[in-house]
C-alpha cells in the first residue's frame, strides 16, 4: 500500500512539474511575469492535495488543548468507603497471561457493549467505531473517549479523552492515502492512558 501511495504522489509530482513549465511557457508567450504564473500554478498544484492540511493541524491542536485529558472522579478509596466490602469480593475478567496488556471480556450492558473488568465495572469506548460517539468533528479530527463506570448505577468514576487526526483510526496499521495528515494522539495521550490504566488497575479486583 505504501508503494501505491508514493507512486501516486510520484506521478502527482510529475504531473505538477509539467503543468507549471507549460503555464510559464504560455506567460512567456503572451509577455507575463514568468515568476508569479510560475508559482501561482505551482501553489494551485501544491493545495489541490495539502488544502486542508493547515486546518487539521490546527483543529486537532484546539482540541486537544481544550478537550483532551484525564479525569478521575471518584477516587478508589472514596468508592471502598462508600462500598465496604465489595472490592474483596470482585474478580478480573481479564483473558490475557499475566505480564501482557489486559483483554477484558466484552459484555452488553445498559444497550451498549462494554469492556468487563469485573462483576462491578467495566470500560466504555465512545467513539465512531463503537457507535457510541459522534463521527467527524472537523475534516478530519475525530474523538476517543473511555470511561469507567459502576455497572450497578452508572457512575462514572473517571474519564479519558483522546483526538486523533487523518482516516479515524488510532495506533492502527493502515496506511490512509493522506499520511500526512494522520495523528494518531495528543501531546500528553501517553501520560493520560497511563494514568487511566493505573486507574482502572485500582479497580480490576483479584485473579482467577
Known amino acids: 500500500m505504501g508503494f501505491v501511495i508514493f507512486g501516486v504522489l510520484a506521478l502527482y509530482l510529475i504531473i505538477s512539474i509539467i503543468v507549471v513549465i507549460v503555464t510559464v511557457r504560455g506567460a ?3 509577455g507575463k511575469s514568468l515568476w508569479l504564473w510560475g508559482l501561482g500554478t505551482a501553489l494551485v498544484m501544491c493545495l489541490i492535495p495539502f488544502w486542508d492540511w ?3 493541524v490546527v483543529a486537532h ?3 486537544c488543548s481544550t478537550e483532551a485529558g484525564f479525569w478521575e ?3 478508589p478509596e472514596q468508592w471502598k468507603m462508600e462500598n465496604p466490602g465489595v ?3 470482585l474478580v478480573a475478567n481479564n483473558t490475557s497471561p499475566k505480564g501482557v496488556s489486559p483483554n477484558w471480556i466484552m459484555e452488553h450492558w445498559s ?3 462494554i469492556a468487563s473488568i469485573n462483576q462491578r465495572f467495566g470500560i466504555v469506548y465512545k467513539n465512531h467505531l463503537s457507535k457510541a460517539e459522534e463521527g467527524e468533528l472537523f475534516l478530519n479530527v475525530w474523538r476517543w473517549q473511555s470511561e469507567l463506570v459502576d455497572k450497578k448505577n452508572g457512575e462514572i468514576l473517571a474519564r479519558q479523552v483522546d483526538f486523533s487526526t487523518g482516516n479515524g483510526c488510532i495506533g492502527g496499521a493502515d496506511t490512509p492515502l493522506k499520511f500526512w495528515l494522520q495523528n494518531w494522539h495528543c501531546p500528553n495521550s501517553k501520560i493520560n492512558s497511563n ?3 493505573k486507574f482502572i488497575n485500582s479497580f480490576e479486583g483479584r485473579e482467577k
Do not use: I, L, Q, V
Request: glycine share 4%; aromatic share 20%.
Open 87 to 89: 472490592m474483596e469480593t
Open 28 to 30: 512567456k508567450k503572451r
Open 54 to 56: 493547515a486546518p487539521t
Open 111 to 113: 444497550g451498549m457493549e
Open 195 to 197: 494514568n487511566f490504566s
Open 73 to 75: 472522579y471518584k477516587s
Open 61 to 63: 491542536k484546539y482540541y
